[in-house]
């Protein structure tokens, strides 16, 4: 058994990594997974791959987009890293491992000194902003190194001219990672003639592409904000260079693979989990859930933990209304005001989905499909994207836009993942029949506004107003109504639409009695008998005690989560 571990121990410690890499990802991460995949849209067209190969580092860019687009299925894009990871850690043994003659056991510690760089990068993968095509575009230098050394002509002359025709080939597949193929190239004169003419066709490409000098240097997609790059990743090749450099020139030699290994471990368990912000991924896993229509795992998520960003308020605050609870237990979660329910337009490609979700939801089409738009034109390397794709599809064929829907179900057949969906909803483009008894399509046909307006978000109110005047089976348009001038403290307001409500459907949840025995509270007068029940009357008495003893008495912390303590709240 020692035998089989001392010769296999290479080949285990790259399948340990594999399995560690995917049950992060598929565990802890899932949601960062769905994230990258709906900001990209990879179509199985020439155009699109004639497109990617225009650009410099467009090989890398068009595999790693291939690879992404199994992050729609989370346990697909788990496995797709864990492999990656796997391939990158044996490629880059082979780059840094010399064998000489005084080194003869296999290279275990090399493995585990590999796994340093990739620990780097899986840090900095915590940076959502990381697109898959830098790891992509180094696996394949590390290969083209391999390659070099297996099949680089041993006549100088022709290695000088397969070294000029190379760099340039290697430039337009793997963008400035050439960089990388150039240090390992021997001997050093050619390294360093190497790597001044990749410098120079760098500069050179920048008079003639339609890309700042910035963003060549630094890689058109390595990262979504095409101005800049981690400076880990600007690093990451440098350090595999100088382990490269150490190990040849023997100054590795005396490290043992157990203390070694035990170290990775440790770096590797405190150092990762530190380039994840948790609040950035918090909101990340909100939008996820939401995109999955996962309503009760939003509540869930909330209940664990209380949402306090303006995009985790909203997300509750929607899956409240969709399970028709916001009037029952809006104050059991942290409230902001009416933006909790409705936030103003930004023009931010990770929280505009959201809330287009919210007005798509509510029967505003229009307004959600414009949110649609901007959601992907805001998306900063100016990729597509599925998930808009699929929005802008849905909200034509609601609209009874039937060409402009076909257009974009068309594109998405073009897609493994949404090419089902979208050959059954072209089902249902011109079958007005069909729309009318879809139970999603038919719902919005019926709820959205016929006619078409602008309106500013200090109307928001209004707006639900109209879209439960115009449907009063619209649930979440009367939940939003009434709420909002009780988010707002607007007392008088509130109680002009929970009367517009009530006169049209029997809807009195608690927060909305806790509301109407406030505002006769104020007036120093008693409901209309059966309007606030008797439970609700006595808690707001005791309420009224506690109150009275002051606004930092302990007693009124048993009442955190009603109306009335959010309403005398001055914090």
Same mark, same amino acid.
């Given at each position: 058994?020692?035998?089989?571990? /001392?010769?296999? *121990?290479?080949?285990?410690?790259? #399948?340990? @990594?594999?399995? +560690?890499?995917?049950?992060? !990802? &598929? ?101 959502? /902003?990381?697109? *898959?095509?830098?790891?992509?575009? #180094?696996? @394949?230098?590390? +290969?083209?190194?391999?390659? !070099? &050394? ?104 005396? *490290?043992?693979?157990?203390?070694? #290994? ?310």
């Amino acid at each position: 058994m020692r035998k089989f571990l /001392s010769d296999h *121990l290479p080949w285990l410690l790259v #399948l340990a @990594l594999g399995v +560690v890499v995917f049950l992060f !990802w &598929r565990l802890s991460y899932p949601f960062a997974l769905a994230y990258q995949e709906q900001f990209q849209l990879f179509l199985f067209d020439g155009d699109y791959f004639c497109g990617r190969m225009a650009e410099p580092g467009g090989l890398a860019r068009y595999i790693a987009e291939f690879l992404v687009q199994f992050y729609n299925n989370v346990t697909f894009g788990a496995l797709v890293l864990a492999l990656l990871f796997m391939l990158l850690l044996v490629t880059m043994s082979k780059v840094v491992f010399v064998s000489r003659p005084e080194r003869q056991e296999r290279f275990t510690d090399t493995f585990v000194l590999c796994m340093i760089p990739l620990l780097l990068l899986w840090y900095t993968m915590g940076d959502e /902003s990381v697109l *898959l095509t830098y790891a992509v575009a #180094l696996e @394949l230098a590390l +290969v083209a190194i391999i390659l !070099w &050394r297996r099949f680089a002509p041993r006549n100088m002359l022709l290695r000088w001219v397969t070294m000029l025709v190379m760099i340039p080939l290697l430039y337009w597949f793997l963008g400035p990672m050439v960089l990388m193929v150039a240090l390992f190239l021997s001997p050093w004169p050619l390294a360093v003639v190497a790597l001044v003419y990749a410098v120079a066709l760098i500069l050179a490409s920048a008079w003639v592409l339609p890309y700042p000098l910035t963003r060549l240097m630094l890689g058109v997609g390595y990262y979504r904000f095409p101005e800049t790059l981690p400076y880990a990743l600007m690093g990451l090749p440098l350090l595999i260079f100088l382990f490269h450099w150490l190990y040849r020139k023997g100054y590795l030699y005396w *490290l043992k693979p157990g203390p070694l #290994l035990a170290g990775v471990c440790i770096l590797g368990f405190l150092g990762v989990p530190m380039g994840f912000d948790e609040r950035k991924y918090e909101l990340i896993e909100y939008d996820y859930l939401v995109r999955a229509n996962d309503w009760q795992a939003v509540i869930d998520k909330a209940e664990k933990k209380m949402p306090n960003l303006p995009m985790s308020v909203s997300a509750t605050n929607l899956a409240l209304a969709m399970t028709n609870q916001l009037g029952d237990r809006a104050f059991d979660f942290y409230q902001r005001g009416s933006q909790g329910l409705l936030p103003k337009f930004e023009r931010n490609f990770a929280t505009t989905q959201l809330t287009g979700e919210i007005y798509f939801r509510l029967g505003l089409v229009n307004t959600a499909q414009r949110f649609a738009f901007e959601a992907m034109e805001a998306i900063p390397n100016y990729n597509k994207s599925g998930r808009v794709m699929k929005r802008l599809a849905e909200t034509n064929l609601i609209n009874g836009q039937y060409k402009v829907a076909r257009k974009y179900l068309k594109m998405l057949e073009k897609t493994i993942f949404y090419r089902r969906w979208a050959q059954r909803t072209m089902a249902l483009v011109g079958d007005e029949k069909a729309i009318q008894t879809h139970p999603l399509y038919g719902t919005l046909r019926q709820y959205r506004l016929q006619d078409d307006f602008l309106f500013s978000d200090r109307e928001l109110d209004k707006i639900c107003g109209q879209l439960f005047v115009h449907n009063h089976q619209n649930q979440m348009a009367a939940q939003y109504l009434v709420m909002q001038p009780l988010l707002d403290r607007d007392i008088p307001r509130f109680m002009q639409y929970v009367q517009v409500v009530q006169n049209s459907i029997s809807y009195n949840p608690r927060h909305i009695q806790e509301g109407i025995a406030f505002a006769f509270m104020q007036r120093r007068q008693q409901p209309p008998q059966g309007v606030v029940s008797q439970l609700i009357l006595q808690q707001m008495n005791e309420f009224a005690r506690a109150y009275s003893q002051g606004q930092k008495s302990p007693e009124l912390n048993r009442f955190r989560n009603t109306a009335w303590y959010y309403l005398v709240d001055s914090e």
